[in-house]
């Protein structure tokens, strides 16, 4: 079955940086566009960044642009996520997510993704 599998959460300083990883298995990888979503405690699950299959397109929240890259090595089956200049406000528990995404608004949405990680948590102190 499809397993995707994040690491590198952890506590930083504000300030810091963090890469997440998140390992897929199951699926044929180079065929599924990737993203990454986030969700705080009391809040709603929300979207950071997304790569398309080929790695040529980029989609990022207005929150992570200029912060956070993500980019994928299809032939490790994996995505990242490298967090730069961290803020208390980007602690949460953090979701890689894998779906066939058809057009450029879809990336941003949660539905149009079909398999989904268990999440690593990332904490931010001030």
């Known amino acids: 079955q499809v397993q995707l599998v994040e690491s590198g959460g952890g506590l930083v300083q504000a300030g810091g940086s963090l890469r997440l990883s998140c390992a897929a298995s199951g699926l044929t990888f180079s065929s599924y566009d990737m993203g990454w979503f986030r969700q705080a405690p009391e809040k709603e699950r929300e979207f950071v960044a997304a790569?398309?299959?080929?790695?040529?397109?980029?989609y990022y929240a207005d929150s992570a642009k200029g912060r956070f890259t993500i980019s994928r090595d299809n032939a490790k089956n994996t995505v990242y996520l490298q967090m730069n200049s961290l803020m208390p406000e980007d602690t949460a528990v953090y979701y890689c997510a894998a779906g066939r995404v058809y057009s450029g608004s879809n990336y941003y949405i949660l539905r149009s993704y079909t398999y989904w990680g268990q999440g690593t948590q990332v904490t931010v102190s001030s």
């Open positions: 790569l398309s299959r080929s790695g040529s397109s980029t």
